[in-house]
Nanobody, 122 residues
Framework: QVQLVESGGGSVQAGGSLRLSCAAS????????MGWFRQAPGKKREGVAR????????NYADSVKGRFTIETDGSKNTLYLQLNSLKPEDTAMYYC???????????????WGQGTQVTVSS
C-alpha cells in the first residue's frame, strides 16, 4: 500500500503561481511512476504531468507544457508540481497518483491522494 497526501492548493489570480506537494508513504518501492492529474467540474480527469521514478523521465500534457514542472526531492518520497503562469482554465481539483506504468491513463495508477483544489481567477 502507498499513501499519498497532497497539499499546497489555493486561490490565485491569473498569471500567478502555486506549488503543490504530495507526500508518499508506505510501500513506496512499488511505484514506478508518479503523476499529477486534475479534474474540473463536469469534465473528465486528465493527466497533466508524470515522472518515471527510476529514470527521472518526465512528460507533460500540451495544455501545461512550459508552465508546469514536476519534480521530486532527493528521497523521491515527495512529489511536487510547480504551477506558473496560471490560467482560469487551470482551475480544478489536483490529484497525486502512483502506479506501475508510465502512462497518462488513470487506470494504470493504483494509489491516489485526496486532492487539493486550485482556483484561478481572471
Amino acid at each position: 500500500q502507498v499513501q499519498l497526501v497532497e497539499s499546497g492548493g489555493g486561490s490565485v489570480q491569473a498569471g500567478g503561481s502555486l506549488r503543490l506537494s504530495c507526500a508518499a508513504s508506505g510501500n513506496t518501492a512499488s511505484r514506478y511512476c508518479m503523476g499529477w492529474f486534475r479534474q474540473a467540474p463536469g469534465k473528465k480527469r486528465e493527466g497533466v504531468a508524470r515522472m518515471h521514478i527510476l529514470n527521472g523521465d518526465t512528460n507533460y500534457a500540451d495544455s501545461v507544457k512550459g508552465r508546469f514542472t514536476i519534480e521530486t526531492d532527493g528521497s523521491k518520497n515527495t512529489l511536487y508540481l510547480q504551477l506558473n503562469s496560471l490560467k482560469p482554465e487551470d482551475t480544478a481539483m489536483y490529484y497525486c497518483a502512483a502506479g506501475r506504468f508510465y502512462s497518462f491513463d488513470s487506470i494504470y495508477y493504483n494509489y491516489w491522494g485526496q486532492g487539493t483544489q486550485v482556483t484561478v481567477s481572471s
